[in-house]
């Protein structure tokens, strides 16, 4: 079977759970986004953990004949074990060196339901973006309203005065996994054709 490629997206940063969360709707979500990577022959990047949603998302991607690379920190290892099937499992020394190593791998970011360690995730990017030191989509996949606590206090953050209301232009939201590539790949058109972007 012939893989579509987009010559715009080659590598989306997945953040998401390592746990499968109470709602079934979202690891199944997860396994749609895998399985959408692998056909259209985008790799992932990802946490490395074969546990939850982690585990859902990377093993739809092989089973699609996709690629999928987790980075982990080594102290890791025993707690969220590795995939023994990914594409490339690259281990490092700590969380800060992961998330810089999926930084440099990916071409844009989704984040799909998940704990405090996908919120610390996600809240280093933005912040990366806020701070202009990237202009990398970041698609906040917003399965079910899972996502509605924390675009409120971001909401209620530029209300009380402690961020701009460009902030809330840093990331998109939507509401479907399937509106996830069509987003990034959107928002990566925009900034090659010169439409009006954050920065």
């Known amino acids: 079977m012939t893989k579509i490629r987009s010559p715009d997206l080659k590598s989306l940063c997945v953040f998401c759970g390592s746990s499968l969360g109470a709602d079934p709707t979202h690891r199944e979500a997860a396994g749609r986004l895998g399985g959408m990577l692998a056909k259209e022959g985008i790799t992932l990047i990802f946490g490395g953990g074969h546990l939850g949603m982690m585990g859902m998302l990377s093993d739809a991607v092989l089973r699609g004949g996709g690629r999928a690379v987790g980075v982990i920190p080594d102290h890791l290892l025993r707690i969220e074990a590795p995939s023994r099937e990914l594409t490339e499992l690259i281990v490092v020394d700590g969380m800060h060196t992961r998330k810089r ?4 791998m990916a071409d844009a ?3 799909l339901p998940g704990g405090t360690g996908t919120l610390d995730e996600t809240f280093e990017i933005l912040t990366w973006k806020q701070l202009r030191l990237h202009n990398k989509p970041i698609i906040l996949a917003n399965l079910r309203g899972y ?14 005065g402690f961020a701009r209301a460009d902030t809330l232009r840093l990331f998109t939201v939507v509401d ?20 009006p972007r954050l920065f």
């Open 147 to 160: 996502w509605n606590p924390w675009v409120d206090m971001l909401d209620a953050i530029v209300a009380g």
């Open 109 to 111: 970011f989704c984040v």
């Open 176 to 195: 479907s996994v399937d509106d996830v590539l069509p987003t990034v790949r959107r928002e990566l058109g925009a900034a090659l054709v010169g439409e």
């Open 101 to 104: 190593r999926m930084f440099d």
